[in-house]
């Protein structure tokens, strides 16, 4: 006789569109690990802007329908394919990307995207390091190419990737300038490696800034809403200062002349774009930090699975957002 498969609850979209596509199901088969790969009991998801676009069906990578949203899981190994040696059931782990889909009861990752997640983490924690810390590794190590004693501007930093990006600046030797929109967020910031906090719903902020670093200039600006700020963003740069793009909802007009006296650049990045390689020295650089404690995530609102319209409504929505939101299974 047959065994019966086991099924899970999980997060299914069946077509592009707004929060409410997101089905939440509870007869779906938990998928079984193949060579390199592990199946994870999940405990904790992250959400991520990302996956609103992939949502809508605006972004420029789309999944083939039916699909299951999310990369960050944080959990516990339930079983293991062949030649996934590294793991054995039972583990504690985090990954940085699944196969299967992450808002779900289980959730199938290749081996090479897992990662051990130190005792001193939970399991929230666990799953607000994938794309945040990873992005901000790429965005400052990889594109902007920092070195220790470089000003660094994080101009919206209170959620999940802006605060990744101060604790590894702060922990690679750089001055550490943030932004954020509320008294919570300003505190927060300046509680994860930030010298300095200013609140970008003051008129007056960008003077403030200027005031701050002088007439050097801000040497990295990490980005998370250009579409508003890029051409502030251009005034506030140092000869040779770099602009990365994390985050973007929309046009702006800049004039390209301000790049030009300061020969200043302009860097979109996205973390799909790392090779396995840039992953591997993203995560040891990452290891490091759980273990000396500079890694230490931030965690904001927190959602059961039944409620993951309104996770995805209030991650674009919502007013200022202060730590990683996180779906809790």
Not at 19 to 37: G, N, R, T, Y
Not at 144 to 149: E, F, N, S, T
Request: with cysteine; glycine share 10%; hydrophobic share 40%.
């Amino acid at each position: 006789m047959a065994t019966r498969q086991k099924l899970m609850r999980a997060v299914r979209v069946f077509e592009f569109g707004g929060p409410e596509v997101l089905k939440l199901q509870s007869d779906i088969a938990v998928p079984i690990p193949k060579d390199h790969q592990v199946l994870i009991k999940v405990h904790a998801c992250g959400v991520n802007p990302v996956e609103t676009y992939i949502r809508s069906g605006t972004y420029s990578k789309k999944p083939l329908l039916p699909y299951t949203p999310g990369s960050d899981v944080a959990g516990l190994i339930e079983a293991v394919g062949d030649n996934a040696s590294a793991f054995k059931k039972g583990d504690r782990v985090f990954t940085s990307s699944t196969i299967s889909g992450g808002y779900a009861e289980y959730a199938l990752a290749a081996d090479h995207t897992v990662y051990k997640l130190p005792e001193k983490l939970d399991f929230k924690q666990g799953a607000a390091i994938g794309i945040p810390y990873f992005t901000a590794c790429r965005a400052l190590i990889h594109s902007a190419r920092v070195k220790a004693g470089e000003s660094v501007l994080v101009h919206g930093a209170s959620g999940g990737v802006g605060l990744a990006a101060c604790q590894i600046a702060r922990a690679y030797g750089l001055k550490v300038l943030g932004t954020a929109g509320t008294e919570e967020g300003q505190k927060i910031v300046l509680q994860n490696g930030a010298h300095e906090v200013f609140n970008h719903r003051e008129v007056n902020y960008i003077d403030k800034i200027k005031k701050y670093v002088g007439e050097k200039g801000i040497d990295v600006i990490i980005e998370m809403l250009a579409n508003v700020n890029l051409s502030k963003d251009l005034s506030l740069l140092s000869h040779g200062g770099r602009v990365i793009v994390v985050g973007n909802r929309g046009t702006i007009e800049i004039n390209p002349r301000d790049t030009m006296a300061k020969e200043s650049s302009i860097i979109g990045v996205t973390f799909f774009s790392s090779t396995k390689e840039e992953f591997q020295q993203y995560a040891a650089a990452l290891q490091a930090g759980m273990e000396i404690g500079w890694l230490k995530p931030v965690i904001g609102s927190q959602y059961p699975l039944e409620k993951v319209a309104e996770a995805h409504k209030d991650i674009i929505h919502g007013s200022g957002a202060t730590g990683k939101m996180i779906l809790l299974l």
